[in-house]
C-alpha cells in the first residue's frame, strides 16, 4: 500500500535492534484517515462476507481493527493482556512473549465473544517474529473458529514471523513488508 | 444517547462494587457500528472547527477514539501505560490511580504530539471517580494546549468524577450517565 510506505518512509524513526517506531502516525498517534485507507485495503484483500469478526490484540491493534471493523460490518475483538480483577475467568488464553518489554504475557478472549460459529480475520499493527499472531491463533484454535485470514500493517520481512505463518499455510496480507533497514534507510519488499 | 443506553441495559453486567461491565460492545468486543453512532453524536456536541486534535488514555478509550477521530477530521493521540524501554523520553506525565486495579501507573504523552498551538478535545469510555480524565487534563496542561472540553462513553453519576469536572468549569458531555443501581437495575439521569 503505497500511502502507508510513504508515511513509513516520512516519519519512521529507525532504533537499534531493528526497532521501527511509528509513534507518529500508529502506535501512540493515529493518523485517522490513514486508518480508514488501511481499513479499505484490508476490506479488497479479505472481500469474503463469511468473516463474522476481527480479533486483535491490546492496545496497539484495536485502532487499527476497530476502523476496519466499521467496512468490513462486523464486531472486533481485542484479546486482553494480563489478569485484572474484573476480566472474566472463562476465557481461551495464551502466553505471548514480548522482545521489545522482555517479558511474557498472557493474553485472554472471553469463551462469550468467540465461538466455533465464527469466522475470524486477525488483524494487527506490526508482525515482527510473530509471537502475537501465534497467540491470535492460538485463541482461534480454542474457540473452533474457522480463520480467514491476518492482515497485518507493517511487516518486518527481515525477521522471522511472516514466513513462519505462511509456512503454516495461512493466507497473510501485510499492507507494507520492510525487507531490510540499509544505511539507515528502509528498503520495501 | 438512547442507544447507548439501550445497549448498556441489554447487555451490561454488574458487578460487586458498583463495577459496570460492558464488555459486550466497548471494552473486549467492539460493536463498531454503535462506536460509529457515538462519533457522529461526539460531533454534534462537540462542533467546534477549533479542535485538531482528540486525547485519551490507552486501551479502553483508544477505540472510542479512533473512530470520533474519523468525523472529526483530526488526529488521535493515546497516553501510553507504564515506562517501556521504547517509549520516548520527552514527554508530558501524569500518574493515574486505578481503583480496578488498586494501582497506581504514570501516563504518557510525547511532546512532539501535543504543543500550545492545539485545541484538544478529551475522550474516554468510562468516567467514574475521575482519576484518568484528571491524569488527562494534567497532560494538556503541561502542553500548554487549549481544551476545548471532555466527552465520555458513559459516566457513573453515582461517583465524584463527573461533578469534580464540571466545578472545575470544564465542559463535560456524557453520552449516557448511570445515576444509581437499583435492586439490580441500572437507573439513568
Known sequence: MELLKEK??????LL????????MFLNHQLDTALLYEMGKEFRKLFPSDKITKILTAEASGIAIAAVAGLLFNVPVVFAK??????ICKDAYTADVYSYTKQESKQIRVS???LS??????IL???????????GLLEIVKQSGASLEGIGIAIEK???EGGKLIRDMGIRLESLAII???????????
Open 157 to 159: 520481512g527481515f525477521q
Open 16 to 23: 537499534d535492534g531493528g526497532i521501527v517506531k511509528v509513534d
Open 124 to 134: 494487527d499493527d506490526f508482525l515482527a517474529n510473530g509471537q502475537a499472531v501465534k
Open 116 to 121: 466455533a460459529s465464527d469466522h475470524v480475520l
Open 81 to 86: 493482556k494480563g489478569n485484572p480483577k474484573n
Open 111 to 113: 469463551k462469550e465473544y
Open 179 to 189: 525487507e531490510e533497514i540499509k544505511d539507515g534507510e528502509i528498503v520495501f519488499r
Open 8 to 13: 513509513i518512509r516520512d516519519t519512521a524513526l
